[in-house]
């Protein structure tokens, strides 16, 4: 199994442009989120998904959107772009949400984001 | 939101050394894991524990959810364990699925 997939592992932006960052699980979680790691300040959750359909805010959802039409896919979408968005980017999964208490977060590889 | 404070923020070791981590919260929980990000950046999980003890080899883990704190014990540390461990937890009655991390313990160890 791969796991959880993150596309692209690099990216380099202009600030106002706009992209999508892609996590794609084949574990049949139901859970799926979104964290970004800045330096000193661990991880951060942004969104998150408890199924399909199902979205909801983290800590730090401003400038971000996400939607979950599949169990899937959870892509990360910048509309415009800011300096302050340069981060790396984890997407993670688990089976049945962390709420439940005993589900293991599984991390995809990371996506590094520059935002000129 | 909770707070997480991990100590040391940084440990250097020689290879063969032990080492505790330290991870303090300021709230209940019911939901604590241990991660370890490797030097390539990759997060690990290493342990579920909101509660009690558990051991994986050279490492094991203790969370007294009473006193609001968890221990990651490394046993006979091995270059391979460099990197950064991360403690995460869920507060208890939480808006769903926020999973709080410290700001993480770099370890490094010295052949």
């Known amino acids: 199994n791969a796991g959880v997939t993150q596309t692209p592992k690099f990216q380099v932006l202009k600030t106002g442009q706009s992209m999508t960052l892609q996590c794609a699980q084949d574990?049949?979680?139901?859970?799926m989120s979104w964290y970004r790691q800045d330096p000193g300040m661990g991880l951060r959750l942004i969104h998150y998904s408890v199924g399909a359909g199902i979205t909801d805010q983290g800590e730090v959802p401003n400038g971000y959107n996400v939607s979950r039409s599949t169990t899937e896919d959870f892509p990360l979408r910048l509309l415009s772009a800011a300096p302050s968005q340069t981060s790396v980017y984890f997407c993670a999964s688990s089976r049945g949400g962390v709420a439940s208490g005993a589900n293991v977060l599984t991390f995809g590889a990371g996506s590094r984001l520059t935002v000129l | 939101g909770i707070q997480v404070e991990q100590s040391p923020p940084d440990l250097i070791l020689q290879e063969g050394a032990n080492s505790t981590l330290r991870c303090n919260f300021s709230?209940?929980?019911?939901?604590l894991q241990w991660f370890h990000q490797n030097p390539w950046g990759q997060l690990i999980n290493l342990f579920y524990i909101p509660s009690g003890t558990k051991q994986n080899g050279r490492l094991s883990a203790t969370t007294v959810a009473t006193e609001r704190y968890s221990l990651l014990y490394i046993s006979s540390s091995q270059t391979t364990d460099s990197g950064v461990y991360f403690c995460?937890?869920?507060?208890?009655?939480?808006?769903?699925?926020?999973?709080?991390f410290g700001t993480g313990t770099r370890l490094t160890v010295i052949p």
């Open positions: 574990m049949n979680h139901e859970y």
């Open positions: 709230d209940s929980v019911n939901n």
């Open positions: 995460a937890v869920q507060r208890v009655g939480a808006g769903a699925n926020n999973l709080f």
